[in-house]
């Protein structure tokens, strides 16, 4: 932050989240310290390769005026890094009532015993934010966690597990659905026989055979089985 007396310029180094073939911004507020309009001016040592809004402006007293600083993108990537491009601030007083149209190049010369101040600002390049992890598919909730791996055959296999595991189960699934199908057909075919039993028994006036019973009976308890593994 600087500690100059007509303006407060806040940050005092532009970082620049850099990133190849991107538009990247950043922004400055400029606050007036003093009892005075102060006019101001942006300076760049390489204005092709920043675009910065607005670069002359008045800031009223104990106001503050936010000042957006665009590089342009960048096909290449610096040498480790470093940025060499520097910025200059330049602060005048001027007369109240002043606008950003009555600006000129002489109010921020201090030849013309103009009250002048100046400020000279770094750039620097900072790594882009990391995106958020994305979530990996079977890692619901409920699932075990599974070990980080480092060679290629065992990451190959901890992807293609769940998917084997889900093949095995529908497998299943379908196995014991067509058993308690063919069950279910079974036990009706037995009971429209058995029905048919106990009509004729009941106009011969004969008992129905318990082995026939006994039969049905299994078939039952066999088919609740299945409908509970189901």
Same mark, same amino acid.
């Given at each position: 932050?600087?500690?100059?007396? =007509?303006?407060?310029? /806040? ?18 507020? =400029?606050?007036?310290?003093? +009892? ?9 040592? #390489?204005?092709?390769?920043?675009? *910065? ?26 040498? +480790?890094?470093?940025?060499?491009? @520097? ?5 005048? !007083?001027?007369? $109240? ?8 190049? %002489? ?6 015993? #103009? &009250?002048?101040? /100046? ?9 882009? $934010? ?5 979530? &990996? ?8 966690? &599974?070990?980080?791996?480092?060679? #290629? ?10 998917? %084997? ?10 196995? =014991?659905?067509? /058993? ?8 009706? @075919?037995?009971?429209? /026989?058995?029905?048919?039993? &106990? ?13 026939? !019973? !006994?039969? *049905? ?14």
């Amino acid at each position: 932050m600087s500690n100059g007396e =007509l303006l407060r310029i /806040e940050p005092q180094e532009l970082e620049f989240p850099f990133e190849l073939k991107k538009q990247i911004s950043c922004s400055l507020q =400029l606050t007036n310290r003093a +009892d005075s309009y102060v006019a101001f001016k942006v300076k760049t040592t #390489n204005p092709k390769k920043y675009c *910065v809004r607005p670069n002359t402006g008045v800031v009223l007293p104990h106001s503050t005026c936010d000042v957006i600083v665009t590089m342009q993108a960048q096909k290449e990537a610096p040498e +480790d890094m470093q940025c060499k491009d @520097k910025f200059l601030l330049q602060a005048a !007083v001027v007369s $109240p009532g002043t606008t950003t149209k009555d600006i000129t190049p %002489e109010m921020f010369s201090k030849e013309s015993g #103009n &009250r002048v101040e /100046e400020s000279k600002l770094r750039v620097a390049y900072v790594p882009p $934010p990391r995106p958020p992890s994305p979530v &990996r598919e079977g890692s619901e909730e409920g699932s075990s966690p &599974r070990a980080s791996v480092s060679d #290629n055959g065992t990451l190959l296999r901890a992807h293609i597990e769940p998917k %084997e595991n889900t093949t095995e189960v529908k497998t299943l699934i379908s196995k =014991l659905t067509d /058993e308690k199908n063919s069950v279910i057909q079974q036990n009706n @075919k037995l009971q429209q /026989e058995l029905e048919l039993l &106990r009509r004729g028994s009941s106009k011969n006036g004969g008992g129905i055979p318990f082995l026939y !019973v !006994v039969i *049905v009976g299994l078939l039952g308890i066999l088919l609740g089985y299945l409908l509970k593994r189901t």
